[in-house]
Nanobody, 119 residues
Framework: QVQLVESGGGLVQAGGSLRLSCARS????????MSWFRQAPGKAREWVST????????YYADSVKGRFTISRDDAKNTMYLQMNSLKPEDTALYYC????????????WGQGTQVTVSS
């Protein structure tokens, strides 16, 4: 059973930085992409970033491009999201998700970690 656990959220002032982590437990025998999503109160869930199974392909939403960096360390079964120059509009519950390579659906989700950016 694959499980994902996020950590690293918190309260930060605008312009500050946070690094989120997503730790995976459970064995996987297939290649997989991983992504970050976020959901602000009263808003729909929003895709933030994806890193491919090889780590070579990185994708970002326009709203975070140039400020956020996604990475993964498969030796530690962990994915990261370095968030710099944070803005109040980045305030949300951040989720990580796993998608097997070649699939369109995400099969595993974490419980989320709260990021709050004060102005």
């Amino acid at each position: 059973q694959v499980q994902l656990v996020e950590s690293g959220g918190g309260l930060v002032q605008a312009g500050g930085s946070l690094r989120l982590s997503c730790a995976r437990s459970g064995r996987i025998f297939r290649s997989y992409d991983m992504s970050w999503f976020r959901q602000a109160p009263g808003k729909a869930r929003e895709w933030v970033s994806t890193i491919s199974w090889s780590g070579e392909n990185l994708y970002y939403a326009d709203s975070v491009k140039g400020r956020f960096t996604i990475s993964r360390d498969d030796a530690k079964n962990t994915m990261y999201l370095q968030m710099n120059s944070l803005k109040p509009e980045d305030t949300a519950l951040y989720y990580c998700a796993l998608r097997y390579a070649g699939n369109s659906e995400y099969t595993n989700w974490g419980q989320g970690t709260q990021v709050t950016v004060s102005s």
